[in-house]
């Protein structure tokens, strides 16, 4: 079982453009994203191998920091991913995160024969809502994958009501927004990204227009960070210990690896 409650395993996908529409709700459409123009199975891309030479470095450490047998944790379940941050009217806090998850062939096609009830091959707003409410209750203890700090201290994030599940192109697409419990003033360092805490499943912004903000005061910047597995190890070494390798929802050290959109803002005046 995964960390959706269903059975999965990996495939490759090629590349993927899609149109994602709904009414109600969080103004998801119409929404147009674009991961890449020319068809590369997912080894090839860049962000994955940074995330498996990533896990492939953490298995050569363990086994140094503990003497025995590296842990194999490796993702099984892939998904390109959008981020938009959404900034309060008056442009001076983050008020809600806006997340896309576009699923591999393989796992949609598992979350389609097990959630397809009258096996038409097709999936109707019944079903979908079965699979959006399976997903939206095995995320919660992971917090819907969120990474949110501000000057390196957590920012508590309100659970999502519910998620929106669709199927677009046989893959499978989960969409919510969620709020922070209190709306982050835009100041000092705010990071904002993905991950899931066990390896289990690779979010992968294949772009780093992917993962965005609009409407960012003067005194405000942006970048996407993307983690040098090699740094990442070297920076946090004394804290990587072979507890994390056997069970890394115990430390939570997995989001060093994670890909995030940093905002800086600077006093006014």
């Given at each position: 079982m995964t960390r959706f409650g269903v059975r999965a395993c990996h495939c490759p996908k090629t590349a993927a453009h899609f149109w994602v529409t709904r009414t109600g709700?969080?103004?998801?459409?119409?929404?147009?994203?674009t991961f890449g123009s020319s068809p590369k199975p997912r080894e090839s891309r860049p962000g994955?191998?940074?995330?498996?030479h990533a896990i492939i470095l953490a298995s050569a450490l363990a086994a140094t920091l503990a003497a025995t047998r590296p842990a194999y944790v490796h993702p099984h379940v892939f998904a390109?991913?959008?981020?938009?941050?959404?900034?309060?009217?008056?442009?001076?806090?983050v008020k809600a995160l806006r997340h896309l998850w576009r699923f591999d062939d393989l796992?949609?096609?598992t979350v389609m024969m097990e959630f397809d009830k009258n096996s038409d091959l097709k999936l109707d707003d019944k079903e979908l809502k079965e699979v959006a409410d399976t997903v939206h209750a095995s995320l919660a203890e992971?917090?819907?994958?969120?990474?949110?700090?501000?000057n390196g201290k957590d920012v508590t994030m309100v659970p999502?009501?519910?998620?929106m599940a669709n199927f677009d192109n046989d893959q499978l697409i989960i969409l919510f927004e969620s709020e922070p419990k209190v709306p982050i003033k835009l100041t000092g360092t705010i990071d904002i990204g993905v991950y899931d805490p066990t390896f289990y499943t690779a979010i992968d912004f294949t772009e780093d227009s992917n993962i965005t903000v609009a409407g960012l005061p003067s005194n405000c910047t942006s970048k996407v960070i993307r983690p040098d597995p090699d740094e990442a190890i070297k920076e946090n070494q004394k804290t990587l210990t072979d507890a994390f390798f056997n069970d890394p929802t115990g430390t939570d050290m997995s989001k060093i690896f994670a890909t995030k959109l940093e905002l800086t803002c600077q006093p006014e005046g």
């Open positions: 709700g969080p103004n998801f459409a119409p929404f147009l994203v994955m191998q940074l995330k498996r390109e991913a959008r981020l938009d941050v959404i900034l309060s009217p008056d442009h001076q806090s796992f949609s096609s992971f917090n819907y994958f969120q990474l949110v700090t501000q999502p009501p519910h998620l």
